[in-house]
């Protein structure tokens, strides 16, 4: 599976757990955050995992969250392409339950639930960004390290994500043209602001991302 076709299906798992997807099939609320790794692991689906980092079934400290989600990073990090639909679906599902709980979307959908039932808004959890950050950083696969990043885009911290696209877009990354893309395309004007500095600066050395730079600002009339 490519990077765009793993974005794509990231997106369309994101929007699944909006709509109350992933987050209505498995009421585990039981479960510690070993009992939730070992859901994970054993079915492949990461409902137990999402609800337990959006604290439906109760509060956990910042240490059983960091415990669940290492253990999600430490899947999609091992994650190795076998053409197997179900380790394609348990990569994309961990990554998912990494994400969705500090997604504005997903976090909009569920205060709006809790309304309905009497109940206060869910806490984002806290440390999402930087633990999609280290699978960038250090997973196997390079379609997932490509999807992963353009789910940095959608964590609703723009300022930060454009740093880090901006970063990797700098350096000699296979993913670094994917970079260029999710600037120009997914962080606004904040990451067109990005791009052209990078580009005034001669600052790309990727010769893919280099090229997809020079088109842009030929587009846009940049001038060094």
Known sequence: M????????LALLVSATGAGGLHAQFPTDTLDARGVVAHFRATGIA??????????GGRHSLRELDEVADSLVAIVVSYRRQGSLTTDRA????????????????????????????LPPPIP?????????????????VGIRGATLWTLTQLGDTAR??????????SNDPIAPA??????LDTGDAGLAALRRLYQTDAVVHPVAR?????????????R
Do not use: C
């Not at 490519?2 to 299906?9: D, E, M, N, Y």
């Not at 970079?179 to 120009?184: D, E, G, K, V």
């Open 211 to 223: 090229e997809h730079l020079e088109a842009l600002a030929f587009v846009r009339g940049w001038k």
């Open 125 to 141: 959890y806290p440390h999402a960004f930087g633990k999609l950050v280290e699978v960038v950083r250090r997973a196997n696969d």
């Open 47 to 56: 409902a137990a995992a999402m609800r337990f980092l959006d604290q439906e």
């Open 2 to 9: 490519g990077t765009t076709q793993l974005t794509f299906a």
């Open 179 to 184: 970079a260029i893309q999710y600037l120009s």
């Open 161 to 170: 994500a454009v740093a880090f696209l901006a970063e990797v877009a700098k």
């Open 91 to 118: 990569a994309q599902e961990a990554l998912t339950a990494l994400a969705a709980p500090a997604s504005p979307g997903h976090i909009a959908e569920l205060t709006r639930k809790r309304a309905e039932r009497g």
